[in-house]
Every structure is written in structure tokens, then in C-alpha cells.
Nanobody
Framework: QVQVVESGGGLVQPGGSLRLSCTAS????????MYWYRQAPGKEREWVAH???????NYADSVLGRFTISRDNAKNSVYLQMNSLKPEDTAVFYC????????????????WGQGTQVTVSP
């Protein structure tokens, strides 16, 4: 199995910055794309950004130019640097990774973390 753990959330003022981290552990054969999603109160979970296995980043329009996603393959980790935060960024942020297990190396599965709260407020 694969465990995914996020960290780095917290309370920040508008215009501030936070850096989220996510690390995968367990019996992993390979990791593909790594993702960040978020879910604001009363709203559906939405995709924020992802980085491919080759390191290519992709962003939702709402965060383009403010957020930067990166990964460290040696640490099985993905990061989300969030700058110029706005109150509408308030949400629980979730990390999701595509990973395969040694028993089935050809089959990627999605593994989710428990989320980390980000609150942007004066």
C-alpha cells in the first residue's frame, strides 16, 4: 500500500505565502504524475495543479502565476509554493499521486492524502 501525507497548511493573511509538501511512502514500484486538489467549504473538490513524471507542470487558471508545483523524485515528494494568496484560496488542499505497486507494476492507481487546511484571512 501507499501512504500519502500532506503538510504545510495554516493561517495566512491575504498576499502571504505558504508552501505545501506531500510525501508518499510504502511499497511503491513507480510514481507517475503528482497532483494538488482543493475543496472549499460548500464546493466540490477541484484540480489545482499537477506535475508529470517528466517534471512538466500544469495549473488551473485560478492559480496560474501565483502557485508553483515541483517534485523531488528521490524523496517521493511534491510541493506547492503558493504566493499572493487570496481569501478565495481558503480550502482543504489534497495531494494525489499516480503510483503502481511491485505486485502490479503496469497498473497505476490513485492514492490520496488526508488533506491540509489552508485559511487566508486578515
Amino acid at each position: 500500500q501507499v501512504q500519502v501525507v500532506e503538510s504545510g497548511g495554516g493561517l495566512v493573511q491575504p498576499g502571504g505565502s505558504l508552501r505545501l509538501s506531500c510525501t508518499a511512502s510504502g511499497t511503491i514500484f513507480s510514481i507517475g504524475a503528482m497532483y494538488w486538489y482543493r475543496q472549499a467549504p460548500g464546493k466540490e473538490r477541484e484540480w489545482v495543479a499537477h506535475v508529470t513524471s517528466s517534471g512538466e507542470p500544469n495549473y488551473a487558471d485560478s492559480v496560474l502565476g501565483r502557485f508553483t508545483i515541483s517534485r523531488d523524485n528521490a524523496k517521493n515528494s511534491v510541493y506547492l509554493q503558493m504566493n499572493s494568496l487570496k481569501p478565495e484560496d481558503t480550502a482543504v488542499f489534497y495531494c494525489m499521486i499516480d503510483a503502481s505497486l511491485p505486485a502490479r507494476p503496469w497498473m497505476e492507481q490513485q492514492w490520496w492524502g488526508q488533506g491540509t487546511q489552508v485559511t487566508v484571512s486578515p
